[in-house]
């Protein structure tokens, strides 16, 4: 029997951010599952399957960056399990996430061509500098690759969305998007949407990266990654 596919994504107490998770996972055949906040629970999950008979399942977690969640929290949660599982790789600042992210700045109506065009890249933030280096090198990647203005934020760390905005206009930018690096929406996108707004009301916001059938292949990916070791 093959090992399940289980997504792990976060949870929010937004209704709309397990739609989201939902509707990205709809044609996986995976079983979807949150840490916190959001039902069903990861140990639910794991509990019905072994119930039903699995001996082992692979956990892709739907995570931007590797701190508390996925180093401490998803770890204790797959401990407690009654059956064997294989954790993959966060999703991270992989490429795929990266060209999705830069199609729904076009999308929103933004031009990354336009010399003008200051782009805040927001994301959640942490207290593990490590995870907001992460979201700071894809910035710094986005101004050498693509020669756009950019600049980070976040909505629980700093710099924050309206530090961002402020520091692109000491750069020469005129025009204001935010690029949202989260996967769905929730409580602190909307943080970022307001606090953006407040400091630009012309602010063009992107939408959340999912659901986009890339991202769905990207889980199919490291799912296959780290079935072997489930094997």
């Known amino acids: 029997m ?14 709309r951010s397990a739609a989201t998770v939902r509707a990205l996972c709809a044609d996986l055949g995976a079983h979807v599952s949150f840490l916190d906040l ?13 119930a039903a008979g699995h001996s082992e399942a692979v956990v892709v977690p739907l995570l931007l960056g590797s701190a508390y969640h996925a180093k401490v929290d998803l770890p204790a949660l797959v401990r407690t399990a009654p059956l064997r599982v294989s954790v993959a790789d966060v ?23 336009d010399p003008s065009l200051g782009v805040v890249l927001a994301g959640v933030g942490s207290s593990h500098a490590p995870a907001n280096r992460a979201v700071i090198d ?11 203005l950019v600049a ?26 935010v690029a949202s690096w989260f996967l769905a929406p929730g ?13 630009e009301p012309d602010v063009m916001m992107t939408a959340p990266l999912a659901p986009d059938p890339r991202i769905g292949g990207l889980i199919l990916r490291r799912y296959g990654r780290t079935l072997p070791a489930a094997a």
């Open 187 to 199: 409580l602190l996108p909307d943080r970022i949407a307001a606090s953006a707004r407040e400091a």
């Open 91 to 113: 999703l991270g600042v992989d490429p795929v996430l990266e060209n999705v992210a830069l199609d729904r700045l076009s999308e929103a109506g933004a031009d990354p061509a």
């Open 152 to 177: 980070p934020a976040f909505a629980t760390a700093r710099p924050d969305v309206p530090s961002a905005i402020a520091k692109l206009r000491t750069r020469g930018a005129r025009r204001f998007a």
């Open 138 to 148: 894809l910035a710094r990647r986005w101004h050498a690759r693509h020669r756009m």
């Open 38 to 50: 959001s039902e069903p629970l990861l140990t639910d999950v794991l509990r019905s399957l072994a």
């Open 2 to 15: 093959r090992a399940p596919l289980v997504v792990a994504a976060h949870g929010s107490r937004d209704p």
